[in-house]
Nanobody, 131 residues
Framework: QLQLVESGGGSVQVGGSLRLSCAAS????????MAWFRQAPGKGREGVAS????????GYADSVKGRFTISQDNAKNTIYLQMNSLKAEDTAMYYC????????????????????????WGQGTQVTVSS
């Protein structure tokens, strides 16, 4: 079964940048809807970005739009989350996931970034933003 491994988390100051990676193994990410989620202490899991692997049609939560960019590398079977202009409220555990979403367009919607749609999760990587 497909496995996902996140990396790239760490501690950064407000205004800084980080790039998270989500590498897949044991199966291809082609034709899958991929999403990044985050969970802060005491809060629910929030979907922040999604993309149908192989497409150029991402979707973003309003909270990160204009600051985060989701991308992919077909050859490496990997997706990324470039995070710029980080804020303290971005502090969370970040997870990538395969989500149930049948089309490119639907994958980019907010509905596809709900945790209940996720089928496979990675183990997460911690992002801490401090002032």
């Amino acid at each position: 079964q497909l496995q996902l491994v996140e990396s790239g988390g760490g501690s950064v100051q407000v205004g800084g940048s980080l790039r998270l990676s989500c590498a897949a193994s044991k199966d291809t990410l082609r034709t899958r809807c991929m999403a990044w989620f985050r969970q802060a202490p005491g809060k629910g899991r929030e979907g922040v970005a999604s993309i149908y692997f192989g497409s150029s049609s991402p979707g973003y939560a309003d909270s990160v739009k204009g600051r985060f960019t989701i991308s992919q590398d077909n050859a490496k079977n990997t997706i990324y989350l470039q995070m710029n202009s980080l804020k303290a409220e971005d502090t969370a555990m970040y997870y990538c996931a395969v989500v149930y979403s049948p089309t490119i367009a639907r994958c980019a919607t907010e509905d596809s970034r709900t945790a209940r749609r996720a089928a496979i999760w990675g183990q997460g990587t911690q992002v801490t933003v401090s002032s």
